[in-house]
């Protein structure tokens, strides 16, 4: 079985949008915004096409329609392929957050390599510096 692409992170957080509930477009965006922190901001452009290829690729699907002062809303919602798509992505994502954290738990907090000192090779332990080697050229005679 093949391993699925990563998804781009305004597909994610449509998708995670959605898992708990159908919304509509508007509900989506807020959501989005606020799953981000703010930093992710959808127009409603954006999210439409984004909902119109998801429901093609069958992991959102419309939930129902309501009209709400004149205006129509349409909810969608997570089909089960969505929910599978968002679960493995969370598990992948899961698992590059565990891989960064032991990392960073590996070297204590404030430390560098000390000066004239480089990193290199797999084990990225401290090594010494390369530095040029300097020839006398001759000079003027």
Do not use: C, W
């Not at 969608?76 to 968002?86: C, D, E, N």
């Amino acid at each position: 079985m093949a391993t699925p692409r990563p998804i781009q992170e305004p597909t994610f957080l449509i998708l995670t949008a959605l898992a708990r509930e159908p919304l509509h477009g508007y509900g989506v965006i807020s959501d989005v915004a606020a799953l981000s922190g703010g930093r992710l901001a959808l127009r409603p452009g954006t999210l439409y096409g984004a909902l119109d290829r998801l429901t093609d690729e069958g992991l959102v699907e419309p939930d129902r329609e309501e009209v709400v002062e004149g205006r129509l809303r349409r909810y969608y919602r997570l089909t089960g392929a969505g929910r599978s798509v968002l679960a493995a992505e969370t598990e992948r994502l899961r698992r590059n957050v565990e891989a960064a954290t032991q990392r960073l738990k590996a070297r204590p907090t404030g430390t560098l390599p000390a000066a004239g000192t480089t990193t290199h090779g797999p084990t990225g332990r401290p090594g010494p510096a390369v530095r040029p080697v300097l020839r006398p050229t001759g000079g003027p005679a």
